[in-house]
């Protein structure tokens, strides 16, 4: 069996880089209650290319803040699933693979894509990246990641 190195803390706020996407510093709640962990995205639409196949294609977190606003993004790989939202209803929502960068290692998970404006943090870390990362929840602290991070330099 394969040793799996130890666990560590997150707290309920933590800031992430996505390093393939050119994007750091970003805002994310710790939700052990969500599965899947979400980016805010507007403008998300589907468009076959003149190779036939078909691209996502999002605004991929246009929230007011100076290192991203609204960035182009397009997907090759995605699928479409049923997501139980925070207020128990289900919607069809996008899903893509990406790497979100916590305690300077990268971890590849699931995000849904929604428009998250009207919530307080434009990312959401959910139970499968929690798990396969192996991160416990302080939720008394925040920002564990990239203080450890700072202290690392």
């Not at 998300?44 to 246009?62: K, N, P, S």
């Not at 803040?65 to 049923?82: A, I, K, V, W």
């Not at 990268?106 to 990312?123: A, Q």
Request: proline fraction near 4%; hydrophobic fraction near 35%; include cysteine.
């Amino acid at each position: 069996m394969k040793q799996r190195g130890p666990k560590r803390t997150v707290g309920r706020r933590e800031l992430v880089d996505f390093p393939h996407f050119q994007v750091w510093g970003v805002e994310a709640k710790v939700d052990t209650g969500a599965y899947t962990g979400a980016i805010h995205c507007s403008n998300i639409h589907v468009e076959t290319g003149a190779d036939g196949r078909q691209r996502l294609h999002v605004q991929l977190l246009d929230t007011p803040h100076p290192n991203f606003d609204g960035l182009p993004m397009q997907f090759d790989e995605f699928t479409l699933r049923d997501i139980r939202s925070s207020n128990g209803e289900v919607q069809e929502r996008y899903v893509i693979r990406a790497a979100v960068r916590l305690f300077g290692e990268d971890f590849e998970t699931e995000f849904s894509l929604s428009d998250r404006s009207d919530m307080k943090y434009p990312v959401l870390i959910g139970r499968v990246l929690l798990r396969e990362a192996r991160l416990v929840v302080d939720v008394a602290r925040r920002n564990l990641s990239y203080k450890n991070k700072l202290a690392a330099r």
